[in-house]
């Protein structure tokens, strides 16, 4: 079993649209989750932290269940800009390795 | 806005040459890491240094593979006779101490590695 698994998509949408991104991680002992966000040949960069309360940052909401052992990732009001590869990505501390998830293709079309 | 950077932004090789990308970190940061990319696949963990020395490596990361920090600014990923299966973007990262930290990783902009 993978120990990040995203579903690849790709989610094609049309601007405006509410789009969620799923995730599941096999390993109980994980302590930090995060979405990042890469662009095509480009680095990945932080989206956002996710904390078990869930958090919200502007049109992003991010949710955590750590019994599921599910992430989550909700994207409203969708923009052309953010058509990416959302990566999900666990790790078991704040200095340790982070595990990366294959990633979900989201193209946001006019 | 400090910020991790890699060279060579770009490098072919044949098959059986070394190869050593550099980074240069963020500069009061205190752990570093390589990741690996593949096109079209996962973003991958190889090794992470902390304090002069490996605390973490992946099955990745062989014995063709090895890091150093030659002068307090310069982290460097050496794989000593590549492969073809080593073409890949390769990422450095950084994070500061565990005060202050969130875990957020600070990636360079890769280099990019083709091996003919």
């Known amino acids: 079993r993978k120990e990040v698994e995203q579903d690849p998509g790709p989610f094609n949408v049309p601007e405006g649209a509410t789009v969620a991104f799923n995730c599941t991680y096999s390993n109980s002992a994980s302590q930090s989750f995060f979405w990042y966000r890469q662009d095509c040949r480009k680095e990945p960069k932080l989206l956002m932290s996710?904390?078990?309360s869930g958090n919200e940052d502007g049109r992003f909401t991010a949710q955590l269940n750590r019994a599921s052992q599910y992430i989550s990732l909700l994207i409203r009001d969708s923009k052309l800009s953010d058509s990416a590869t959302y990566l999900c990505?666990?790790?078991?501390?704040?200095?340790?390795?982070?595990?990366f998830g294959q990633g979900t293709t989201l193209q946001v079309k006019p | 806005e400090p910020e991790v950077t890699q060279t060579p932004s770009h490098q072919v090789t044949q098959m059986g040459q070394e190869v050593i990308l550099r980074c240069v970190p963020i500069?009061?940061?205190?752990?570093f890491y390589w990741y690996r990319q593949i096109l079209g696949q996962k973003v991958e963990f190889l090794v992470s240094f902390y304090n002069n020395e490996i605390s973490e490596k992946s099955e990745i990361f062989d014995d063709q593979f090895s890091v150093e920090r030659p002068d307090g600014s310069n982290f460097t990923l050496k794989i000593r006779s590549t492969k073809l299966e080593d073409s890949a973007m390769y990422f450095c990262a950084s994070i500061p101490g565990t005060r202050g930290n969130t875990g957020e990783l600070f990636f360079g902009e890769g280099s990019r590695l083709t091996v003919l």
């Open positions: 990505v666990v790790g078991r501390s704040n200095t340790g390795k982070l595990i």
């Open positions: 996710v904390y078990s």
């Open positions: 500069s009061n940061h205190l752990y």
